[in-house]
């Protein structure tokens, strides 16, 4: 089993997608700390000693070098030496007796990810993304202490870590995938978008930065790859329920998410500090900034076509004024009402003519 284990230890190197230009998409695809921390629980599960040729292995696969990289740099910002990352911290996790009760399940879920298609999964996000984009990233699969999942680097190597999560499938490790990657290619259009803001008195250009949030709901509607596509297709039972119960609340969230950008314009919410909390507070697990960027993402989509929505990613305020017409319209046909952005504060933020109407 060891030497199976060994033997499918990747890196599935860079895959140039058929059909889209050579030099706009490179994704890769490490397992390589993975399998070798299943390597060694696999030594464990048969009772053998773990040589320390075997920890070196580990502790020199790329993933786990730019994990600690990153876990390193995040300790400094927090100016928590106490969270560093060492290995033998490292080394203990692995000889936990809780992560070996989990190897059969990590070491299945595994081998589901390993045939994950990545072309497919950028081609689909390459569709919602502007020309000058382009999707250039590494995915690292990763066996950890925490279980969470992030993008690091955009600005000079962008890197997706994924936590292996056990019995997580296949789709829903692209679908994962595909939502950071999209994310990966809005960031290498650089800043487009800050340049058209820049000449905003400062509260009006902070909320316009804020804005840029709602990124998270097209990155929803990018990775499912369509406005009529059940973007939980394949999320569990749990996270479909959470969704529903979220869009749910898609009226009064606007109206929080509205009054916040009044509060900053208005500057009833100062200082960086308030601001950036609150402003957090609407990412939650996929919160308005998801739902209601969702939502706002299809509607533009499905009144204004994919240009449209795609234009909206380069300047955000436009997918607020393309989701108001969309919007009234729905409202002046006696359909429920839906909610508005405040004119006040598209005024503030001089949302220009966005789109054709």
Known sequence: MLIRLLAVQTLIAAA???GAPSDRVQVTLDTSEADQVLAILAMRGQNQPVPDA???KLFATVPYQRLKQREKAVASKLHNPAAAFTDDAFKRFVLSDPLLARAARLTATMERWKKADLTRDAERVLAYLPAAASLRARVFTLIKPSSDSFVWDLSTDPT???YLEPGMKGDKFENNVAHDLYHIGLSSIGPAYNAKIAALPAPA???AE???SFSEGVAVLAAAGGPHIDPHAVSSVRE???????MSAFDSDLSAVNQFFLDIVNQALTGRDAVQAKGRSFYGVQGPWYTVGY?????VEKRFGRPALIDSTVDARCLLVLYNRA???QNSADNPTLPLWSPDLLSAVQAGNCGQP
């Open 16 to 18: 140039l997608l058929p």
């Open 327 to 329: 919007a009234t319209e």
């Open 240 to 246: 479909r329920a959470r969704w529903k119960q979220d």
């Open 295 to 299: 939502k706002m993402a299809v509607m």
């Open 54 to 56: 075997e920890w070196q």
């Open 205 to 207: 250009r902070t909320a």
């Open 160 to 162: 997706i870590f994924l």
């Open 210 to 212: 804020w804005m840029s």
